[in-house]
């Protein structure tokens, strides 16, 4: 298995630009989780999804952060417009049904400008 | 509030030493508690995890935590440290969310071995 897959490993935009991070979950895997690291602020966790369907979005900082699951092997996080503190590293992890543990992707790092 | 705490920000320990890494936790009910670690650059990976049975688990690299359900602890522990096993150390516990279960991890800690 690949694992986790991440689209792009790095992005860097101008302030006010959309940004589009892309995840394909561990095939079989039924949650998957976006999170956000920074320094400051550690690891948080933005937004997680059970069989497609956003179950908690609370960590989710503002409304120009999105997300969304359309099947079961992709999902995407979109920040419109971006910001300078939006920059970070963005993890997608998937966990399958019966399993404890999370897996983690690579992680985008994004950089605005 | 549940939560997951590791009081060190970073852990510094020669080569060959033992190494301890600290965290303890708040929860209510049974925890399931879990070690993950991050090298530079990559995503989280899972070291060990403890749900029932045996309060010593064993992981991935040799690692080993101690569940205390007295202290509320779940210490990552080595016997003997390798340079390699400088990295980013997190602490998670697994909570009763809406909807379902969720993952609350901890700050992390650097752990420094020094050759």
């Known amino acids: 298995d690949a694992g986790v897959i991440q689209s792009p490993r790095h992005e860097v935009t101008e302030m006010g630009q959309e940004v589009t991070l892309r995840c394909k979950p561990i095939?079989?895997?039924?949650?998957l989780f976006w999170y956000r690291q920074t320094m400051m602020r550690g690891l948080e966790l933005l937004i997680y999804?059970?069989?497609?369907?956003?179950?908690?979005d609370s960590g989710m900082p503002e409304d120009r952060f999105s997300a969304k699951m359309p099947n079961a092997s992709f999902s995407t996080l979109k920040i419109q417009p971006s910001e300078p503190r939006d920059s970070a590293v963005y993890f997608c992890?998937?966990?399958?049904?019966?399993?404890?543990?999370?897996?983690f992707g690579p992680g985008t790092r994004l950089t605005v400008l | 509030a549940q939560s997951v705490a590791q009081p060190e920000d970073q852990v510094n320990v020669a080569e060959g030493n033992p190494l301890t890494v600290k965290c303890t936790y708040s929860?209510?009910?049974?925890?399931?508690l879990f070690w993950y670690v991050q090298y530079p650059n990559r995503g989280l990976q899972f070291l060990l995890k403890?749900?029932?049975?045996?309060?010593l688990v064993k992981g991935s690299y040799g690692f080993e935590a101690e569940f205390n359900k007295s202290q509320t602890s779940f210490h990552l522990k080595k016997p003997s440290a390798l340079v390699s096993d400088s990295a980013l150390y997190f602490c998670?516990?697994?909570?009763?969310?809406?909807?379902?279960?969720?993952?609350?991890f901890g700050a992390g800690t650097r752990l420094f071995v020094k050759a």
């Open positions: 095939s079989g895997h039924n949650s």
């Open positions: 998670a516990v697994r909570v009763l969310n809406t909807g379902g279960f969720k993952t609350i």
């Open positions: 403890y749900i029932t049975g045996d309060n």
């Open positions: 999804f059970n069989n497609n369907v956003p179950i908690d």
């Open positions: 992890a998937s966990q399958g049904e019966g399993l404890d543990e999370q897996f």
């Open positions: 929860v209510s009910g049974n925890p399931y």
